[in-house]
């Protein structure tokens, strides 16, 4: 008697060493390059302890997995829609204001709708593309390490800013933002580059803030207090331009 498989189901003679396998990839986020060498040097720390104390050897085996833990870089599925701009950033809305966005862009004084996002040392801490298009200027900008979630850290700390222009001519800036504890901004685009959305950009390293800056008269899809998933969540739906056509 012959029996019939269902469509999608796995074959009962596949490998299963191999199914766990690409279970395990699919379940364990990758880690970003940025984070190897410091995973690296917690688990030669972690020997050189186990070796003069094996409780103190357990305890760097923790903080070598949680620091493994903190440079993940999970897969995204992005929205393909057009028009749209989505978080650069996982984390919790902050502030969603009118501001100038930073002058080292050459955007002038006008204002533009920016929607922060706060960071903890819980989240996932690479940054993402919001939206398709060109990097017109990448400008980093030192400063202060005030704490990330204070108004005034969009205008003081050190920061690495991002001019991106959609293929229908939209202008939005996204700006890496150190924090209290975060001292390292890692941006590994330049300007002319092609950007993709939801394709990662750069790092912060340990707690920090991301400001997008949308257009006036963007129609904002979030409130303060909202999580959001870096490439996923769609903060914003860009203006109409002429023609009734979106960017």
């Known amino acids: 008697m012959s ?5 999608g189901t796995a074959p009962a003679s596949g490998n299963p060493l191999a199914h766990l396998a690409k279970l395990a990839r699919d379940t364990v986020p990758p880690m970003h390059p ?13 020997l050189l302890l186990r070796r003069a104390w094996r409780p103190a050897g357990v305890l760097g085996a923790v903080a070598t997995a949680w620091c493994a833990w903190f440079f993940r870089e999970p897969q995204r599925v992005t929205p393909g829609r057009a028009g749209i701009a989505v978080a650069p950033a996982d984390g919790t809305v902050a502030h969603v204001e009118t501001a100038t966005p930073p002058p080292e ?11 922060s996002a706060f960071l903890t040392v819980f989240d996932v801490h690479v940054q993402r593309l919001p939206v398709d298009g060109e990097i ?21 700390n050190e920061r690495n800013s991002l001019l991106l222009r959609t293929d229908d001519g939209q202008e939005l800036a996204v700006v890496q933002i150190a924090g209290l504890v975060a001292r390292r901004i890692v941006c590994s685009v330049q300007s002319g580059e092609r950007a993709t959305a939801g394709s990662t950009y750069g790092l912060i390293r340990f707690g920090s803030r991301v400001d997008l800056y949308v257009p006036a008269g963007s129609r904002v899809l979030v409130e303060p207090g909202q999580r959001t998933v870096g490439g996923e969540t769609v903060l ?12």
């Open 236 to 247: 914003a739906e860009l203006p109409e331009r002429a023609g009734g056509e979106r960017a």
């Open 3 to 7: 029996t019939q498989t269902d469509r």
């Open 34 to 46: 940025a984070g190897r060498p410091f995973v690296l040097g917690a688990a030669v720390g972690t």
């Open 136 to 156: 017109v200027r990448a400008a980093y900008r030192p400063g202060k390490f005030l704490s990330a979630d204070l108004d005034k850290a969009s205008e003081d």
């Open 105 to 115: 862009l050459g955007l002038g004084d006008r204002p533009m709708t920016r929607i």
